[in-house]
C-alpha cells in the first residue's frame, strides 16, 4: 500500500466511497453480451487518479454534489477506455496485474468494449444534461487519438523533437487531467477565472504526470507493473532519449537509433540505450522538466484559499513526481 497516497485520498474518503457506488451501478446496467466482461472492466480499476482529482478540485472550489459524481465517473469510463485501447495498439498482455480484455478475449472484442465505454461516457454526461462539460469531453476525445496517431507516426520516422514529445503527451494524457481539475470547478459552480486557473493546474499535473511515467520506463526498479524499456520496444522517442540523441555526435546518434529500430527483436539493445541516455542526461533533464511543469502547478494551487482538498491536491502534485508505480 502507498502510505502517501493513502492520505491524499483522507480528505475525500467518504465522498470516494459514494464515487465507487455510483460507478459500480452504472456497470452493472452496461448489458455486455458476456457478463464478465464487465467484471473484468471493473477490475481495471487502478488508483483511481483522474475521480480523485475531480473530487478535490471540486472539495476545494465548492459543494461536491451528484454533478461531481456523475462527471467523475464518466472521466473514469472514459479513460478505462483509452487504456483498452492503448493495450491493443501496444499488444499488452497483462494490464495492472490481470491479462488484458485483448488478450483474455480478442483485439475485435476489446476495441469493441472500448468503442462502448468511450460512447458511454458521453452518454452519461448528456442524459444527465451537464452540457457545460459535453464539449470540452468530446474534444478529449478527439485528442487522444490524435496524439495516439501522431507517436505512432514518430516511432516509425524516429524524428520526435521535444516540442512534438510535449504536443504528444499533452493530447495522450494531460488533456484528461486538465478536463478533471476543470470539470471538479465547473461542477461546484465556480466563475470562470477560476475554472481556467484549474484548467491550467491540470494540463501541469497532466504534463509532470508523463514525463515521469517516462522516466521509469528507464528504471529497472519501477513497480508500474511494466517490464522496464517497454516504450523502446516499441520504438518510442520520450523525452529522456530526445534529449540524450540532441547531446550526442551525429554518429552516436545514428548507432543509438538502429538499436532502437532492432530492440524488439534484440532485447540486449536495451540496456545499452538506457545506458546511453543516462551517460547524456536523459534522465536528469526529463527530471529538470517533469519538476517545472510540477512547480507551475503548485504556484497556481497556492493561489487558491487554503483546504484540506487544497492541500490534498498540492500533496498529489508532489507525489506523482517520485512515485515508483
Known amino acids: 500500500m502507498d502510505l502517501i497516497f493513502e492520505d491524499i485520498k483522507k480528505t475525500i474518503a467518504d465522498e470516494l466511497v459514494q464515487f465507487k457506488k455510483f460507478y459500480s451501478e452504472e456497470f452493472s446496467s452496461f448489458n455486455f453480451v458476456f457478463d464478465d466482461i464487465t467484471q473484468y472492466v471493473l477490475n481495471y480499476e487502478g488508483k483511481l487518479m483522474r475521480p480523485i482529482i475531480i473530487l478535490l478540485s471540486a472539495k476545494m472550489n465548492g459543494r461536491i454534489c451528484k454533478k461531481t459524481y456523475i462527471t467523475a465517473q464518466s ?54 444534461k451537464i452540457y457545460d462539460i459535453i464539449s470540452t469531453a468530446t474534444k478529449i476525445v478527439k485528442l487522444l487519438s490524435e496524439g495516439e496517431l501522431f507517436q505512432i507516426q514518430k516511432s516509425i520516422t524516429l524524428d520526435t523533437t521535444e516540442e512534438e514529445y510535449l504536443d504528444i503527451i499533452y493530447k495522450k494524457t494531460a488533456s484528461l487531467i486538465c478536463a478533471c481539475t476543470r470539470f471538479g470547478a465547473v461542477s461546484v459552480g465556480a466563475d470562470d477565472k477560476t475554472i481556467e486557473k484549474m484548467t491550467e493546474t491540470g494540463r501541469n499535473i497532466g504534463l509532470a504526470f508523463q514525463i515521469r511515467d517516462d522516466i521509469l520506463d528507464f528504471d529497472k526498479g519501477n513497480k508500474t507493473g511494466k517490464t522496464y524499456g517497454n516504450d523502446l520496444r516499441e520504438h518510442k522517442l520520450t523525452l529522456p532519449l530526445i534529449y540524450a540523441l540532441k547531446n550526442s555526435t551525429a554518429g552516436k546518434q545514428k548507432e543509438i537509433l538502429e538499436k532502437l529500430s532492432a530492440c524488439a527483436e534484440n532485447p540486449q539493445f536495451i540496456d545499452h540505450i538506457i545506458e546511453f541516455t543516462q551517460k547524456y542526461q536523459g534522465i536528469a533533464y526529463a527530471e529538470q522538466k517533469m519538476k517545472y511543469f510540477c512547480n507551475q502547478a503548485l504556484n497556481l494551487l497556492e493561489e487558491f484559499p487554503q483546504s484540506e482538498a487544497r492541500n490534498s491536491l498540492i500533496m498529489l502534485t508532489k507525489y506523482i513526481t517520485t512515485r515508483k508505480a
Open 75 to 128: 472521466m473514469e469510463i472514459l479513460h478505462t477506455a483509452t487504456l483498452i485501447h492503448d493495450d491493443i495498439v501496444d499488444g499488452a498482455e497483462i494490464r495492472r496485474g490481470i491479462p488484458s480484455i485483448q488478450s483474455q478475449w480478442s483485439p475485435q472484442i476489446a476495441v469493441l468494449v472500448g468503442d462502448f465505454l468511450l460512447a458511454k461516457a458521453l452518454d452519461i454526461i448528456t442524459k444527465n
